[in-house]
């Protein structure tokens, strides 16, 4: 197994969450597509000034099996997922 990022690992091909091991994707799918995803709007956020953009969101991956925090990203409402395509 080796490991993709701090959250996120590859084994035989998959990538796998790297806490619970449980297999996300193909190599060449979405992991994102198969995580958990919850959307926070920005402007809800403590601390959030008036400036802040109010459709912007943040979005939170988590592990489906473990709920573990994989990855997050800041989108505009119906924006494609950010894909880091991992090679290898
Ligand atoms: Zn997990």
């Given at each position: 197994m080796s490991r993709v990022s701090m959250t996120l690992a590859r084994e035989n091909g998959r990538i796998c969450c790297a806490s619970c091991?449980?297999?996300l994707a193909g190599g060449s799918e979405s992991w994102k597509a198969r995580a958990i995803l919850?959307?926070?709007?920005?402007?809800?956020?403590p601390g959030a000034g008036l400036g802040v953009e109010q459709e912007v969101t943040i979005r939170r991956f988590s592990c489906p099996?473990?709920?573990a925090l994989l990855d997050s990203e800041t989108a505009l409402p119906g924006e494609p997922f950010l894909e880091d395509v991992v090679l290898g």
């Open positions: 091991k449980m297999p919850t959307e926070v709007s920005v402007a809800r956020l099996s473990c709920g």
